[in-house]
């Protein structure tokens, strides 16, 4: 079924551990996100991506890295992962052309991350 | 992009609509009103947006007010399953991110 898939759903890690979250949407939508969710702070823009190749930071990157090599796939890297990351993770994308960004985001269910 | 205020919490009995109002009072004009929900433990889910038409799909209608300072989202009819937090968001047409706020949470009851 097309959409946007995240795996794995739930992951427990280390503190120090490096670990990869994995988005994949079928929709072939140019444009992605990775947001965190936490109490006491809602939603949260981690990083973004226009097109392959192509990352912006948002409101909280310190501590991750993205990569988008295929328009299909945006990974998340916890470098060294810690308890502050603990938190759920979630993907979108949404096809944004042109001078107008009409168009909405489209969530995956999210990774639960525990960091112990 | 614009802030937005909404009640932290209301309530609606199964069957009635539920009215979710929005105040958006420092929309200028390039921004659209979007309105997501999220249903415990599931990603956000897009519901409806407008520019400054009302508008209506098979979920919910958006009803924008003419200065575009406020807006309401329209359950019809309200089950248990439209038990959630609602966003409402403010987003300019040049941007590509979305900037969620608190949401209101809608407790659906019996």
């Known amino acids: 079924d097309a959409g946007i898939t995240q795996s794995p759903r739930y992951k427990i890690t280390e503190t120090g551990r490096q670990v990869t979250l994995m988005c994949h949407q079928t929709?072939?939508?140019?444009?992605m996100f990775w947001y965190r969710q936490d109490l006491g702070h809602g939603l949260r823009l981690i990083y973004y991506s226009a097109a392959a190749d192509i990352t912006d930071k948002g409101e909280v990157p310190d501590g991750y890295v993205v990569s988008r090599s295929k328009t299909e796939n945006f990974p998340l890297t916890l470098e060294s992962a810690t308890r502050s990351q603990t938190s759920v993770y979630f993907c979108?994308?949404?096809?944004?052309?042109?001078?107008?960004?009409?168009?909405?985001?489209?969530f995956g269910n999210g990774t639960r991350l525990t960091v112990t | 992009d614009a802030k937005t205020t909404q009640p932290p919490s209301m309530d609606c009995a199964e069957g009635r609509a539920a009215n979710l109002p929005c105040n958006h009072s420092?929309?200028?004009?390039?921004?659209?009103v979007y309105w997501y929900r999220q249903i415990h433990s599931q990603g956000p889910q897009y519901i409806i947006h407008?520019?400054?038409n009302n508008e209506t799909n098979e979920m919910a209608s958006l009803i924008i007010t003419e200065d575009r300072k406020s807006s309401t989202l329209i359950l019809p009819h309200a089950t248990l399953r439209d038990t959630a937090v609602y966003y409402c968001i403010v987003r300019d047409r040049t941007a590509s991110k979305l900037t969620f706020g608190t949401g209101t949470r809608l407790q659906v009851t019996l």
């Open positions: 979108a994308s949404s096809e944004l052309s042109g001078s107008s960004y009409n168009s909405p985001l489209h």
């Open positions: 407008g520019l400054k």
């Open positions: 420092t929309i200028s004009g390039n921004e659209y």
């Open positions: 929709w072939s939508h140019s444009y």
